[in-house]
């Protein structure tokens, strides 16, 4: 661990150097039970030292210990509060996003209906009865042609006349 630069005695390293050796693995482990990542783990412990460097001329010798595991507790609490805010800025910024994605669509689908109903009026009428009676109506082959009076393979072609119309003048498959 490197301390930040400054005039230190060397009673103040040996002392830090000392606490560190003595409880750096404990508050490393407890840190990574609460955490279960053991890179967090090393930051967070790093961090832990480094406040207990900053308060080295006000703490009591003998709540070293305690006062470690404090700062290590409030560390991750810090830390996962920090990753909350973070979680929610980014679910907002997705929100957004699918809105405007959202809006986006329905623009595009709007387009693609208003097109497909000019292309619809233009088919012919033959053609265009097929198509709706089993694209809107949901009725198979054998039905359209029962109830036109003709036959299902005069409805295929008709069907397969009227995709072709809409390929042609949609360049869009369907």
């Known amino acids: 661990m ?3 630069q400054g005039n230190y005695t060397r009673e103040e390293l040996d002392a830090f150097r000392s606490i560190f050796d003595t409880y750096y693995e404990s ?12 890179e967090l783990a ?13 308060k080295r001329l006000t703490i009591n ?3 070293i210990k305690s006062l470690l595991y404090i700062i290590a507790s409030n560390t991750i ?4 509060r920090h990753q909350k805010v973070v ?6 910024a997705a ?4 809105t405007q994605d959202s809006a986006d669509t329905n623009i595009r689908q709007e387009e693609l209906k208003q097109k497909l109903e000019r292309i619809l009026a233009e088919m012919p009428e ?8 089993n694209r809107m109506d949901n009725l198979v082959y054998s039905e359209i042609a029962e109830r036109l009076g003709l036959s299902v393979k005069a409805i295929e072609k008709r069907m397969h006349e009227a995709l072709l119309f809409i390929r042609e003048r949609l360049e869009y498959k369907i």
């Open 2 to 4: 490197t301390l930040p």
């Open 27 to 38: 508050i490393r482990n407890f840190i990574y039970y609460k955490t279960g990542n053991m």
């Open 42 to 54: 090393e930051d967070i412990v790093q961090e832990t030292f480094m406040k207990l460097w900053d």
């Open 61 to 63: 010798q003998e709540s």
């Open 77 to 80: 609490k810090s830390h996962f």
């Open 87 to 92: 979680f929610n800025f980014a679910n907002e």
């Open 95 to 98: 929100k957004v996003e699918e």
């Open 126 to 133: 033959k053609c265009r009865e097929v198509f709706l009676l």
